[in-house]
């Protein structure tokens, strides 16, 4: 129980609560997206939560932070109705960048294309279409070849679809790129 709220059983008049404390702390600390990123676990009906998943989405693009899959998987795996919504905004927001480099109208690196890419291929794999997830993996890599999280994930298709050469090769290929050995050649 936070703030009286039984967190556990989270029902539309607890989920209107815990949406205004979050909202008031967001907008106290708006540079704190660990807070937007809570809101998300909260918000059980698809038009609450979808303009806050494009907010929230938007800004692992903009910054071009690849862990945005990795961040909310405990979150999308467990209900159906977010998986939905994650997938279809990314699918969304792929054909924009596709059709005229643009999301919601506005202009955009076009290296958001590849992580859209990149993300698009990590939900697939969640549901375990490993074969659309290695198509796009692919074209991640041939967007922006040099992309060592695609190689490492790509790695991560392989060994799914029980192909360890491919596997092993695919993730020396990204500890090659990976020039800042952030985490790769320490495991």
Request: hydrophobic share 40%; aromatic share 12%.
């Amino acid at each position: 129980r936070v703030h009286g709220i039984d967190l556990a059983n989270i029902d539309e008049e607890a989920e209107q609560k815990v949406t205004e404390y979050l909202e008031k702390k967001i907008e106290t600390y708006p540079r704190l997206l660990f807070i937007k990123r809570i809101l998300l676990n909260y918000l059980m009906k698809e038009e609450t939560f979808r303009p806050r998943f494009e907010g929230y989405s938007k800004y692992f693009l903009e910054k071009g932070i690849p862990s945005l899959v990795n961040d909310i998987e405990n979150m999308i795996i467990k209900n159906p109705m977010k998986f939905k919504v994650v997938k279809e905004t990314f699918e969304r927001y792929l054909a924009s960048m596709q059709k005229d480099m643009t999301i919601d109208g506005e202009e955009q690196d076009p290296l958001q294309e590849c992580f859209l890419l990149f993300f698009l291929s990590q939900v697939h794999y969640l549901e375990g279409d490993y074969l659309k997830a290695h198509e796009l993996i692919e074209q991640s890599i041939e967007h922006t070849p040099t992309f060592f999280e695609a190689w490492q994930f790509k790695a991560k298709i392989y060994a799914g679809l029980g192909d360890h050469i491919m596997a092993e090769e695919s993730y020396r290929k990204a500890m090659t790129l990976d020039t800042a050995d952030r985490f790769l050649n320490a495991e």
